[in-house]
């Protein structure tokens, strides 16, 4: 059966977070931003983690106790189920990712996969070529000035490199509205490539409100006892149309994350 699904495609959990307000937050979001497109009736819900190389929050989630919630293992370890904690209805589904920085320091997010390597280990290339190998979803993730000069002339040749079909762009709210349409971005989609699209939270605290608020709409069959399998044959399907909805950052939101990203560092 053909079902409508609505994916954040780069979720980071962090510590500080609190997970109740980031899973009710999320489920918020992802209606309103569902509403942002012709189709309307409720969707499927998929969070897709792109945890980095110092955070280890999927792996624990089952040890996790969050008001009002429960999570449940699936037939697949690299996917969770998210309940209502008195009805047991499904709410959303989590499935395990990793956003893998490069020896050219590019991000590539290995989406519903296990799948890990170490910091700046693998050249662009070659970790595209081992999460396909390890049966996850390779994207290539734009962030500000990561896709300009040397590292853009690796952004092109791996477009260059791979078929539309085996490649996706990750798209975020770190790319804010007033920003335009990248070069390579654009280049990217007009030759088939495909956008996923995610919310992309920082480690500061109430970043969860992002949760959802950016994020790819689809449809396909979908099987909830094994809902990465399910999302990773939607995906890779050619045939399959992903719709970016919901928002990315303003000018006011962007700056500010912007000015906390540079504090941090300085720090």
Same mark, same amino acid.
């Given at each position: 059966m053909q079902e409508t699904l609505i994916i954040d495609g780069h979720v980071h959990l962090y510590e500080n977070f609190d997970f109740s307000f980031a899973f009710r937050t999320s489920l918020r979001n992802f209606i309103n931003s569902q509403r942002t497109t012709k189709n309307r009736h409720d969707a499927i819900k998929v969070w897709m983690m792109t945890e980095r190389h110092d955070c280890e929050i999927f792996s624990r989630l089952d040890n996790k106790d969050i008001a009002g919630y429960k999570i449940d293992k699936t037939k697949e370890p690299e996917s969770r189920v998210v309940r209502d904690a008195d009805t047991g209805e499904p709410l959303f589904? !989590? &499935? *395990? +990712? /990793?956003? !893998?920085?490069t020896k050219e320091n590019l991000e590539v997010c290995a989406l519903a996969t296990l799948y890990r390597c170490g910091h700046r280990e693998l050249s662009t290339a070659d970790t595209i070529q081992s999460i396909y190998e390890n049966g996850g979803i390779a994207a290539l993730n734009w962030a500000p000035g990561k896709w300009f000069g040397a590292r853009g002339k690796i952004v092109q040749n791996m477009l260059d490199a791979h078929l539309p079909s085996k490649l996706f762009i990750s798209d975020t709210t770190m790319r804010p509205r007033f920003w335009p349409v990248p070069r390579l971005m654009k280049? *990217?989609? =007009? /030759? +088939?490539? =495909? &956008? !996923?699209? +995610?919310?992309?939270? &920082?480690?500061f605290s109430g970043e969860e409100k992002l949760l959802g608020s950016y994020a790819t709409l689809t449809t396909g069959e979908f099987d909830e006892t094994i809902p990465a399998d399910s999302v990773r044959a939607i995906c890779l399907d050619p045939a399959t149309d992903l719709e970016p909805c919901g928002h990315r950052s303003g000018l006011f939101s962007f700056a500010k994350r912007q000015w906390k990203i540079m504090h941090t560092r300085k720090d």
């Open positions: 589904y !989590i &499935l *395990a +990712g /990793r956003q !893998i920085v280049f *990217a989609t =007009k /030759r +088939g490539f =495909k &956008l !996923i699209c +995610g919310s992309d939270p &920082l480690p």
